[in-house]
């Protein structure tokens, strides 16, 4: 199992990959424009979601909010009870056009 996560993530997209492929595929941009683009959309995202919106982008797959209960912890160096507080991390559920394109490639 462990190798086939490293090899995912040698794969990983960077944002200045994004936008380098941006301005590959669309010339008329420059990477002043593109870089603005992938960082204005994603800003809005991360305040839609910290607002307690939900995003959904058709074919590709949903962002929302999960709740994580409050919870007693242990500190793993002292072994000391950590009460861990409630709160909210995002979650994605991928689409299924999405779920298809990556089942078949994988």
Excluded: C, W
Excluded at 27 to 35: C, G, M, Y
Excluded at 68 to 90: D, I, L, M
């Amino acid at each position: 199992m462990r190798k086939k996560r490293q090899a995912i993530t040698e794969f990983a997209m960077t944002k200045s990959e994004l936008v380098a492929q941006l301005v590959e595929q669309f010339p008329q941009f420059s990477l002043k424009h593109a870089d603005a683009g992938v960082r204005l959309i994603l800003d809005a995202m991360a305040d839609a979601l910290a607002a307690g919106h939900r995003i959904e982008i058709r074919g590709f797959g949903s962002f929302s909010l999960r709740r994580r209960a409050s919870r007693e912890a242990r500190n793993p160096k002292s072994g000391k009870k950590v009460y861990v507080p409630e709160k909210y991390a995002p979650y994605f559920r991928a689409g299924s056009k999405l779920r298809k394109q990556v089942g078949s490639e994988v």
